[in-house]
């Protein structure tokens, strides 16, 4: 999986350096960083960083933050919000149209992902931000990008759920979101590759759950292709997919999938919980190329 638009061109050697940024503050969580990330060059002295958590731009000095809180009058991220269930909120954020803020969650997400860098300018990316609200405003739990124009069917470049919001369901809601919008846009989707070793964990576990749903619940035989056109997902990921699972065997010149209920429900069990699901009916979107 692609690790960043990255909007500053640094050397590739600055992908392996050691973490420059040891902690930042984001909202109400200081959080301890994992990685380096090729901030302007005015920060190398900067162990900490404050961010305001609505607009990101980030700071050496907490009374620059409290200075800068007062003044900003965003209590959510830039964009447009797609997507309301509850406390949830998604918001969809061009960045051409957002070109700071794009980078600024880039520098950010970069100090969480050790992928091999690479460049991109933020303009051809859309920005998905998922938030958790309050009185306060929507507070950032994580985000996913993808291209605006995609050759390859990509329909995710770069997936992220913050520290603080690790291992609650929602990197598997942000995978499940990014196929709903391939739905509505009447596509079939796939990461970008390659992919992390967690990021084809976390894809096949989303890859098995759909499909072996779909598998307990159909009467009949059914096609790779007829699969695909139900879950917007590309042919060869279920393929692969089911052929990992050993529910796939190739028959008189065709696959033909073997779906025991026993076979399929050890699988399920073993896939693990779905995480938080995605209420389409609260999802109001159009596709980009369809935007004016």
Known sequence: MRSLMLPACVNMKNSQ??????????????????????????????????FCEFCLTFMKRKEQLQRHMRKCDLKHPPGDEIYRSGTLSMFEI??????????????????????KTLYYDVDLFLFYVLCECDDRGCHMVGYFSKEKHSEESYNLACILTLPPYQRKGYGKFLIAFSY??????????????????????????????????????????????????????????????????????????????????????????????????????KLIWTPYKEQS
């Not at 050691?18 to 002295?45: C, H, M, Q, V």
């Not at 061009?94 to 992928?115: R, S, T």
């Not at 990921?237 to 065709?254: A, N, P, S, V």
């Open 94 to 115: 061009d960045g051409k149209k957002n070109k700071v803020y794009g980078q600024n969650l880039c520098y950010l997400a970069k100090l969480f992902l050790d992928h």
């Open 180 to 281: 709903e919008l391939s739905k509505k846009e009447g596509k079939v989707g796939t990461p970008e590759r390659p992919l992390s070793d967690l990021g084809l964990l976390s894809y096949r576990g989303y890859w098995t759950r759909v499909l072996l749903d779909i598998l307990k619940k159909h009467k009949g035989n059914i096609s790779i292709k007829e699969l695909s056109d139900m879950t917007a997902i590309k042919a060869e990921d279920i393929l692969t997919t089911l052929q990992g699972l050993e529910l796939i065997q190739y028959r008189k010149g065709q696959h033909v999938i073997c779906a025991d209920p026993k076979v399929l429900d050890r699988h399920l069990k073993a896939a693990g919980r779905g995480g938080l699901d995605v209420d389409v009916s």
């Open 17 to 50: 350096k050691l973490k420059n940024i040891a902690t930042i503050e984001l909202g109400r969580y200081e959080i301890e960083t994992w990685y380096f990330s090729p901030f302007p060059p005015e920060y190398n002295d900067c162990l900490r960083l404050y």
